[in-house]
C-alpha cells in the first residue's frame, strides 16, 4: 500500500484529493493549517484507510522540518507527495505595493513548495522511486491585469516542476505538473479577503471546474502504469478557453 502526503489537504483540491485517494486505498498523510479541519477529515477517511495527520504551514521552513522530522518509521516512506498547499491574496495592481500580500503568495506557492519537496526527495532518490505532483495554474501560461505576482508564482511551479524532473528523472521519480483553470474552492474567497459576494460572482454564467475534478486527474496520473509519467497537464471548464477568456451566459 503506497503512501501519499498532501499539503493543504483541509480544503479544496487537496480535500477532494484526499478523499479521491482514500477511495483507492491509499494511506493518506494530511497537511494543514488547521488542526480541527485536519482531525474532521482524519476522521471521515480513517474508516476507509490508514490516515495520519500534520499540522503546519508551509511558509515556516523549520515547522515543515519539524513535522515530517515528527513521521514515525512506519510513516516515514512517503511514495506520493501532492503539492497543493497555495494561496492567491488580493486583486491590485503592483503600483499599490502590497507586499503583504506578495509575501504570503510567494512564501507559500513558492518557498513552501520547495520547503516540502526538500524533505521528501531524498529518501525518494533513496529508493529510485517516487512520484511529486505539483499544482500549479493556467496563471503560469498568461500573466493577467492585477495578478502579476500571482502569476509570477505560479509560472515559478511550472520552472521547479521542469526542474525536478530533469534532475530527478534518472531515480525513478515522476514529476507531474497540473495547471488547473477556474476551479470553484475558496480560492476567490481567500483572494478577497472574505467578500462573499464578490467571491461568487467569478464563478457565475459558466460552470467551473470543480475540486473532484482535479481529483480524479490526480487520480489518474498516480495510478498510471510504472513506465508511464503524465508530465503535464492543462485543464479548463468547457466555458474557459484561456486564462482570461470566459464565456458566461445570461442565467
Given amino acids: 500500500m503506497r503512501t501519499v502526503l498532501i499539503t493543504g489537504a483541509t480544503s479544496g483540491i487537496g480535500k477532494a484529493t484526499a478523499e479521491r485517494l482514500a477511495e483507492e486505498n ?34 515556516n521552513q523549520k515547522q515543515v522540518a519539524d513535522a515530517i522530522s515528527s513521521l514515525s518509521a512506519d510513516w516515514q516512506t512517503v511514495d506520493i507527495l501532492i503539492n497543493n498547499a497555495g494561496n492567491a491574496h488580493g486583486l491590485d495592481p503592483l503600483s499599490d505595493c502590497k507586499t503583504p500580500d506578495w509575501d504570503a503568495m510567494i512564501d507559500s506557492n513558492v518557498k513552501g513548495l520547495l520547503y516540502v519537496s526538500s524533505e521528501i526527495i531524498p529518501q525518494m532518490k533513496q529508493r529510485g522511486n517516487g512520484h511529486i505532483i505539483n499544482i500549479s495554474s493556467v496563471a503560469a501560461l498568461q500573466s493577467y491585469v492585477n495578478g502579476v505576482v500571482y502569476s509570477a508564482t505560479k509560472k515559478a511551479v511550472d520552472g521547479i516542476s521542469e526542474g525536478m524532473r530533469l534532475e530527478l528523472t534518472e531515480f525513478g521519480v515522476k514529476v507531474t505538473n497540473i495547471r488547473p483553470g477556474l476551479v470553484e474552492t475558496n480560492f476567490s474567497l481567500v483572494r478577497f479577503k472574505g467578500d462573499a ?47 482570461t477568456t470566459v464565456y458566461r451566459r445570461e442565467s
Fill in 26 to 59: 491509499y494511506r493518506l498523510i494530511l497537511c494543514g493549517r488547521r488542526a480541527d479541519k485536519l482531525e474532521e477529515l482524519r476522521a471521515e477517511l480513517t474508516e476507509k484507510v490508514e490516515v495520519i495527520t500534520l499540522c503546519f504551514d508551509v511558509q
Fill in 197 to 243: 459576494a464578490r467571491a461568487a460572482s467569478v464563478y457565475q454564467g459558466y460552470q467551473a471546474l470543480k475540486s473532484e475534478d482535479i481529483a480524479d486527474i490526480i487520480a489518474y496520473a498516480v495510478s498510471a502504469p510504472e513506465h508511464v509519467t503524465i508530465a503535464d497537464v492543462t485543464v479548463y471548464p468547457k466555458a474557459q478557453s484561456s486564462p
